[in-house]
C-alpha cells in the first residue's frame, strides 16, 4: 500500500516488499542454507534458553528477549526458504503468542524473567521485538488475526505509557516500537495510532541531539544506555523514524552527523564501530558485539527504505560481507560476542574490554547469550532487503547479491527479476526481467560509492541513467526477456587508519592478512561446542610501501559452497610485506599498529595473500606500513 495515502507519516523513498517477495539464489542461499543446518535450525534443541521451556511457549523458562530475538530471524529464514521444517518450529511461537493476549490487549508472559532476574510486568522490550516478528509474519502469511491483535495492543500501550513509561532498555529503543506503529498506520489509517508514535517518540532517548551534536569522543569506560554499542546501532535509524513524524530536516541530518562521528571516534575497518560493551575507540584490537553487527545491519535497511540514500547500501553491504561472517564459524555452529579486527588469537584472557574473558572465544553463548539468540536475523533480513518497491511502481536495486525478486510494477503488472551473480567476489551482474507484457516504470540501480565507472547496458546496448542519491534511474518501456549487464569495476583502495595504519579494500570487500587457525575445544557438548582459535603462522607483517596488488581470482568460477572460508576464498590480493620485530603483543591482543615499524634485520621481503575479511577468524586488517 502507498503510504502516501495517509498524510500523517512523511513519504520514505522505497517501500520494502513483503517476506518472501524475494529469494536467495547461488551464494547466498547457501548461507541461509548453512545457518539453516547450524544455529538457527537447531539451536531450540539444544540451548534451553530458547527450548520447549521458554516462556514465549507458555513455560517456565527465559521469559525476556530470548525468544523473541531467536523467532526474529528464524521466521524470515524459514520462509526464504521454503523450509517446512523450520516453519514447524516457528508455528508454536506464534500461536501461543497471540493466544496470550489478555482482555485489556497486552500480551505475552505475565510475569517476564530472564536468565539473571526477575523483570515483573513492568518492561515493553520483549514486546518490542514480538511485533516485529508479528509484521513480518503477516506480510508472509497473510494471517488475518496479526492486524486486530497489534491493534489492541497498541490501544492499550496508549494508556499504559501514562503510568509505565518507556525506561532503561525500551527507552533507548524507542526506534524499534515505532517502526511496529508505522506499519500498522500504514495498513489502517487509525490516527491513534499517531497520537501513541509521538508518546513513544517522547518518552525514547533524544537520540537526534546525540547524533546532531555527538559527545563521545573517547573510549567509554562507565555504563550509560547512551554508548552501549547494541543500543547505538538501534539508535542510529531513530532519528529517520522520527523524521517520518516530524518532517523536521534537523531529524533527518542527525543521521548522516551520527554516521560520521560514529566512525570518526569509534570506526573500524570493517564498517562497523567499536562496543565491547560500550562505545571503544578506533583501536583494532578493541571489540564490536555480534548483536551490534546484526542491529547496524537493520537499521541500514530501514535508513535506506525511509531516506532513499546509497550511501546506507554502501554500509549495509560492507559490513554484511566482512563483519558479519567473520564472527561467525563457517559451520554456522559457533560464534563469538566480540569481534576484533586485528584477531590474533581468540582465548579465554582479559583484554582491554569491559566483556568478560570469554568474549572473542567461539562458542554456543560466550560472555553472554543475547547474541545467541539475536544473531540469526542478518543474513535473511539482508536477503528480504536486496531489492525495494519505488513510490512510483518501479523497482530499486539495493545490493548485487543472487536472488529472484517478485512484485508489481506500473499499476499492478507482475513482474519477475532473476538476478545471476558472484557479487561481490565477482564483477558482473545480469538481471533477467521477466514480464507478461510490455511496461513502462523505473528500475533504480544502486551505484556504489567506491565505484565511479559502473557501466548498465539493456540487451547488449550501454545506457546512461541519471544518478541521485546514490541511485542511477532507469524509465523506459520494458518488455518480456529484457536484460540488464552490470559491470562494476573494482580497484584496490587503501583506507588510512591511525598510527598511520591502513586498511585494504576492494570494492565491498575488506582484506586482510589470514593467520592458520588451530581450534582447540575447550567445551564438549552434544552439539555446538566452545573453542579456543590459536595462531598457527607468523602475523606481525607490514605492508610494503608502494607495493602493487595482484588480483588472484580462483580458476572455477563457481563459488565453493562457503565462500567465507581462508581455503576457499575465491578471490585473493597478492602484495609484498616483511615482518616486524618491534609489533608486540598487549592485553592478549595484538597492539596498535607500531608507527615506526621496524623488520627483523634478516627478514626479506615476502609475497604474503590478502582473503576477504570473513574468511579469516584469525587476522590482521589494519597494517603498519614500511617507508
Given at each position: 500500500?502507498?503510504?502516501?495515502?495517509?498524510?500523517?507519516?512523511?513519504?520514505?523513498?522505497?517501500?520494502?516488499?513483503?517476506?518472501?517477495?524475494?529469494?536467495?539464489?547461488?551464494?547466498?542461499?547457501?548461507?541461509?542454507?548453512?545457518?539453516?543446518?547450524?544455529?538457527?535450525?537447531?539451536?531450540?534443541?539444544?540451548?534451553?534458553?530458547?527450548?520447549?521451556?521458554?516462556?514465549?511457549?507458555?513455560?517456565?523458562?527465559?521469559?525476556?528477549?530470548?525468544?523473541?530475538?531467536?523467532?526474529?530471524?528464524?521466521?524470515?529464514?524459514?520462509?526464504?526458504?521454503?523450509?517446512?521444517?523450520?516453519?514447524?518450529?516457528?508455528?508454536?511461537?506464534?500461536?501461543?503468542?497471540?493466544?496470550?493476549?489478555?482482555?485489556?490487549?497486552?500480551?505475552?508472559?505475565?510475569?517476564?524473567?530472564?536468565?539473571?532476574?526477575?523483570?515483573?510486568?513492568?518492561?515493553?522490550?520483549?514486546?518490542?521485538?514480538?511485533?516485529?516478528?508479528?509484521?513480518?509474519?503477516?506480510?508472509?502469511?497473510?494471517?488475518?488475526?496479526?492486524?486486530?491483535?497489534?491493534?489492541?495492543?497498541?490501544?492499550?500501550m496508549k494508556g499504559a505509557l501514562v503510568d509505565r513509561p518507556?525506561?532503561?532498555?525500551?527507552?533507548?529503543?524507542?526506534?524499534?516500537?515505532?517502526?511496529?506503529?508505522?506499519?500498522?498506520?500504514?495498513?489502517?489509517?487509525?490516527?491513534?495510532l499517531l497520537e501513541l508514535a509521538s508518546i513513544v517518540q517522547?518518552?525514547?532517548?533524544?537520540?537526534?541531539?546525540?547524533?546532531?551534536?555527538?559527545?563521545?569522543?573517547?573510549?567509554?569506560?562507565?555504563?550509560?544506555?547512551?554508548?552501549?554499542?547494541?543500543?547505538?546501532?538501534?539508535?542510529?535509524?531513530?532519528?529517520?523514524?522520527?523524521?517520518?513524524?516530524?518532517?523536521?530536516?534537523?531529524?533527518?541530518?542527525?543521521?548522516?552527523?551520527?554516521?560520521?562521528?560514529?566512525?570518526?571516534?569509534?570506526?573500524?575497518?570493517?564498517?562497523?564501530?567499536?562496543?565491547?560493551?560500550?562505545?571503544?575507540?578506533?583501536?583494532?584490537?578493541?571489540?564490536?558485539?555480534?548483536?551490534?553487527?546484526?542491529?547496524?545491519?537493520?537499521?541500514?535497511?530501514?535508513?535506506?527504505?525511509?531516506?532513499?540514500?546509497?550511501?546506507?547500501?554502501?554500509?549495509?553491504?560492507?559490513?554484511?560481507?566482512?563483519?558479519?561472517?567473520?564472527?561467525?564459524?563457517?559451520?554456522?555452529?559457533?560464534?563469538?560476542?566480540?569481534?576484533?579486527?586485528?584477531?590474533?588469537?581468540?582465548?579465554?584472557?582479559?583484554?582491554?574490554?569491559?566483556?568478560?574473558?570469554?568474549?572473542?572465544?567461539?562458542?554456543?553463548?560466550?560472555?553472554?547469550?543475547?547474541?545467541?539468540?539475536?544473531?540469526?536475523?542478518?543474513?535473511?533480513?539482508?536477503?528480504?532487503?536486496?531489492?525495494?518497491?519505488?513510490?512510483?511502481?518501479?523497482?530499486?536495486?539495493?545490493?548485487?547479491?543472487?536472488?529472484?525478486?517478485?512484485?508489481?510494477?506500473?499499476?499492478?503488472?507482475?513482474?519477475?527479476?532473476?538476478?545471476?551473480?558472484?557479487?561481490?567476489?565477482?564483477?558482473?551482474?545480469?538481471?533477467?526481467?521477466?514480464?507478461?507484457?510490455?511496461?513502462?516504470?523505473?528500475?533504480?540501480?544502486?551505484?556504489?560509492?567506491?565505484?565511479?565507472?559502473?557501466?548498465?547496458?539493456?540487451?547488449?546496448?550501454?545506457?546512461?541513467?541519471?544518478?541521485?542519491?546514490?541511485?542511477?534511474?532507469?524509465?523506459?518501456?520494458?518488455?518480456?526477456?529484457?536484460?540488464?549487464?552490470?559491470?562494476?569495476?573494482?580497484?584496490?583502495?587503501?583506507?588510512?587508519?591511525?598510527?598511520?595504519?591502513?586498511?585494504?579494500?576492494?570494492?565491498?570487500?575488506?582484506?586482510?592478512?589470514?593467520?592458520?587457525?588451530?581450534?582447540?575445544?575447550?567445551?564438549?557438548?552434544?552439539?555446538?561446542?566452545?573453542?579456543?582459535?590459536?595462531?598457527?603462522?607468523?602475523?606481525?607483517?607490514?605492508?610494503?610501501?608502494n607495493a602493487e596488488f595482484d588480483v588472484e581470482v580462483e580458476?572455477?568460477?563457481?563459488?565453493?559452497?562457503?565462500?567465507?572460508?581462508?581455503?576457499?576464498?575465491?578471490?585473493?590480493?597478492?602484495?609484498?610485506?616483511?615482518?616486524?620485530?618491534?609489533?608486540?603483543?598487549?592485553?592478549?591482543?595484538?597492539?596498535?599498529?607500531?608507527?615506526?615499524?621496524?623488520?627483523?634485520?634478516?627478514?626479506?621481503?615476502?609475497?604474503?595473500?590478502?582473503?576477504?575479511?570473513?574468511?579469516?577468524?584469525?587476522?590482521?586488517?589494519?597494517?603498519?606500513?614500511?617507508?
Amino acid at each position: 500500500m502507498n503510504n502516501s495515502t495517509y498524510l500523517g507519516l512523511k513519504e520514505t523513498a522505497f517501500q520494502s516488499l513483503p517476506l518472501g517477495s524475494i529469494k536467495p539464489a547461488g551464494w547466498l542461499k547457501n548461507q541461509l542454507e548453512i545457518q539453516a543446518n547450524g544455529f538457527t535450525g537447531h539451536l531450540d534443541e539444544h540451548w534451553e534458553d530458547v527450548g520447549p521451556n521458554n516462556g514465549w511457549l507458555g513455560g517456565a523458562g527465559d521469559s525476556w528477549e530470548r525468544g523473541p530475538y531467536y523467532l526474529d530471524g528464524l521466521l524470515p529464514l524459514a520462509y526464504l526458504l521454503e523450509d517446512k521444517r523450520l516453519i514447524e518450529k516457528v508455528q508454536p511461537w506464534i500461536e501461543w503468542t497471540i493466544s496470550s493476549q489478555r482482555e485489556d490487549g497486552s500480551f505475552g508472559p505475565a510475569y517476564v524473567k530472564t536468565v539473571n532476574t526477575e523483570v515483573g510486568n513492568h518492561d515493553w522490550w520483549q514486546d518490542f521485538i514480538m511485533l516485529k516478528v508479528l509484521t513480518q509474519y503477516e506480510e508472509v502469511s497473510k494471517d488475518e488475526r496479526v492486524i486486530p491483535f497489534m491493534s489492541k495492543y497498541f490501544s492499550y500501550m496508549k494508556g499504559a505509557l501514562v503510568d509505565r513509561p518507556l525506561k532503561e532498555w525500551h527507552e533507548a529503543r524507542g526506534g524499534d516500537l515505532l517502526l511496529s506503529i508505522h506499519w500498522l498506520y500504514e495498513r489502517t489509517g487509525d490516527s491513534e495510532l499517531l497520537e501513541l508514535a509521538s508518546i513513544v517518540q517522547e518518552q525514547t532517548i533524544d537520540w537526534n541531539h546525540i547524533f546532531a551534536k555527538f559527545p563521545y569522543w573517547r573510549k567509554q569506560t562507565e555504563w550509560n544506555h547512551r554508548t552501549h554499542v547494541v543500543n547505538v546501532a538501534m539508535g542510529i535509524k531513530t532519528p529517520a523514524v522520527f523524521y517520518r513524524q516530524t518532517g523536521n530536516e534537523y531529524d533527518k541530518e542527525a543521521v548522516y552527523k551520527g554516521i560520521q562521528s560514529l566512525m570518526t571516534y569509534h570506526g573500524q575497518a570493517h564498517g562497523m564501530f567499536s562496543g565491547d560493551e560500550w562505545l571503544s575507540g578506533t583501536h583494532p584490537s578493541q571489540g564490536v558485539e555480534l548483536c551490534a553487527v546484526v542491529e547496524y545491519m537493520f537499521s541500514m535497511e530501514n535508513l535506506t527504505r525511509i531516506l532513499g540514500d546509497g550511501m546506507f547500501g554502501d554500509i549495509l553491504e560492507k559490513v554484511t560481507f566482512n563483519a558479519l561472517p567473520a564472527t561467525i564459524s563457517p559451520e554456522w555452529d559457533s560464534h563469538q560476542y566480540d569481534q576484533q579486527v586485528n584477531q590474533v588469537i581468540c582465548n579465554l584472557a582479559k583484554r582491554p574490554w569491559s566483556n568478560g574473558p570469554d568474549a572473542n572465544m567461539f562458542g554456543l553463548e560466550p560472555n553472554f547469550g543475547c547474541c545467541t539468540a539475536n544473531m540469526h536475523q542478518g543474513w535473511p533480513k539482508f536477503t528480504a532487503s536486496l531489492w525495494m518497491a519505488t513510490q512510483d511502481d518501479g523497482l530499486a536495486a539495493v545490493s548485487y547479491a543472487p536472488c529472484t525478486v517478485k512484485g508489481f510494477v506500473a499499476d499492478g503488472k507482475d513482474i519477475e527479476l532473476v538476478v545471476k551473480s558472484n557479487y561481490p567476489f565477482r564483477e558482473h551482474v545480469s538481471i533477467d526481467i521477466n514480464l507478461k507484457e510490455k511496461a513502462t516504470f523505473p528500475i533504480m540501480l544502486r551505484v556504489p560509492d567506491w565505484c565511479p565507472d559502473m557501466k548498465v547496458s539493456v540487451n547488449g546496448e550501454r545506457q546512461h541513467g541519471i544518478v541521485e542519491n546514490g541511485y542511477a534511474r532507469f524509465e523506459r518501456e520494458w518488455n518480456p526477456n529484457d536484460r540488464i549487464e552490470i559491470q562494476l569495476p573494482m580497484q584496490v583502495q587503501l583506507e588510512e587508519r591511525n598510527n598511520n595504519a591502513i586498511s585494504v579494500n576492494r570494492g565491498p570487500l575488506v582484506y586482510v592478512l589470514p593467520i592458520e587457525e588451530n581450534w582447540i575445544q575447550v567445551h564438549e557438548r552434544e552439539r555446538f561446542h566452545d573453542w579456543e582459535v590459536y595462531p598457527a603462522s607468523a602475523w606481525r607483517y607490514a605492508l610494503t610501501q608502494n607495493a602493487e596488488f595482484d588480483v588472484e581470482v580462483e580458476e572455477n568460477m563457481d563459488l565453493h559452497y562457503q565462500p567465507f572460508k581462508a581455503n576457499h576464498a575465491p578471490i585473493r590480493l597478492l602484495t609484498k610485506g616483511r615482518l616486524l620485530s618491534n609489533w608486540m603483543m598487549k592485553q592478549n591482543s595484538a597492539a596498535a599498529p607500531p608507527k615506526n615499524p621496524k623488520p627483523y634485520a634478516n627478514a626479506l621481503e615476502e609475497t604474503i595473500q590478502l582473503v576477504p575479511y570473513g574468511c579469516a577468524r584469525l587476522r590482521i586488517g589494519e597494517f603498519p606500513v614500511l617507508k
